[in-house]
C-alpha cells in the first residue's frame, strides 16, 4: 500500500487566484495521478504526473490551467489557476502501486469565491 | 458511451441484508477490476480487485463475467458501517470509475 499526504486539505480562495496543492508519497513511484470530483459525481482524471517529464493531460484539461510539477519520485503539486467558482470541487492524488492499484490522498476540497 | 455504468441508488436495505450490486463496462479489452467504497466527504479507498475467478473476502464477494462484460458486488450480512458509496473501476490505458452505488444500511 501507499501513505499518502495531501495538503491543504481544503481551502476557500477567491476567483482570479491560484491554488497549489500538494502530495506527498511515503515510497517512490512512478505514476501520480491527479483527479477531481465534483459533487455527487465520479472521479474525473485531470492528468498523469510523470517523474522527469511533462504530464499527461486529459481532454478538456489543460497545463496552461493545471499546471502541474512532478521533481521526484514521491511528490508532486497541482496548481489550479485563475479560479472561477468552477473550479469549485475537490481535488484528489492518487498513485498506482502493486497490482495495478491506486491509493488516493484524503483530498483537496476548494471552495471559489 | 461512458465507459463504466453502474446503477446510482440509493440501496435502503436492513442490517443482515444481502445486497448486491452490478457493474458493466464497454471495452472488452479491460484489464483490471476493483472495487472501491468511499465514505461521505473521504477519498476512495480498494475495497477489493476483482478475477475472473472470483473473489471472496469475509462478507464480500466481487465476480467478473468478461464475456458479458459486468463486475458484480455481493455483500451479505450488511452493516450499518458498509453504508457508503461503492465504485466499479476499470483499467484499460487509464482508470475509469463508475459514479457509484450508493448503499444505505438501516437499523
Known amino acids: ?113 | 458511451r461512458k465507459e463504466v455504468e453502474q446503477d446510482p441508488g440509493p440501496f435502503n436495505v436492513p442490517e443482515g441484508a444481502t445486497v448486491a450490486f452490478n457493474c458493466t463496462y464497454s471495452n472488452s479489452a479491460s484489464q483490471s477490476f476493483f472495487w472501491y467504497r468511499q465514505d461521505c466527504r473521504k477519498e476512495p479507498k480498494l475495497l477489493m480487485s476483482v478475477y475472473s475467478s472470483g473473489n471472496e473476502d469475509g462478507r464480500f464477494t466481487a465476480q467478473l463475467n468478461r464475456a458479458s462484460q459486468y463486475i458484480s458486488l455481493l455483500i451479505r450480512d450488511s452493516k450499518l458501517s458498509d453504508s457508503a458509496t461503492y465504485l466499479c473501476v476499470v483499467n484499460l490505458d487509464k482508470f475509469y470509475f463508475g459514479s457509484g452505488t450508493k448503499l444505505n444500511v438501516k437499523p
Open chain 1, 1 to 113: 500500500s501507499a501513505v499518502i499526504s495531501q495538503k491543504p486539505s481544503r481551502d476557500i480562495c477567491q476567483r482570479g487566484t491560484s491554488l497549489t496543492i500538494q502530495c506527498q508519497v511515503d515510497s517512490q513511484v512512478t505514476m501520480m495521478f491527479w483527479y477531481r470530483q465534483q459533487p455527487g459525481q465520479s472521479l474525473t482524471l485531470i492528468a498523469t504526473a510523470n517523474q522527469g517529464s511533462e504530464a499527461t493531460y486529459e481532454s478538456g484539461f489543460v497545463i496552461d490551467k493545471f499546471p502541474i510539477s512532478r521533481p521526484n519520485l514521491t511528490f508532486s503539486t497541482l496548481t489550479v489557476s485563475n479560479m472561477s467558482p468552477e473550479d469549485s470541487s475537490i481535488y484528489l492524488c492518487s498513485v498506482g502501486k502493486g497490482k495495478n492499484i491506486q491509493y488516493f490522498g484524503a483530498g483537496t476540497r476548494l471552495s471559489v469565491l
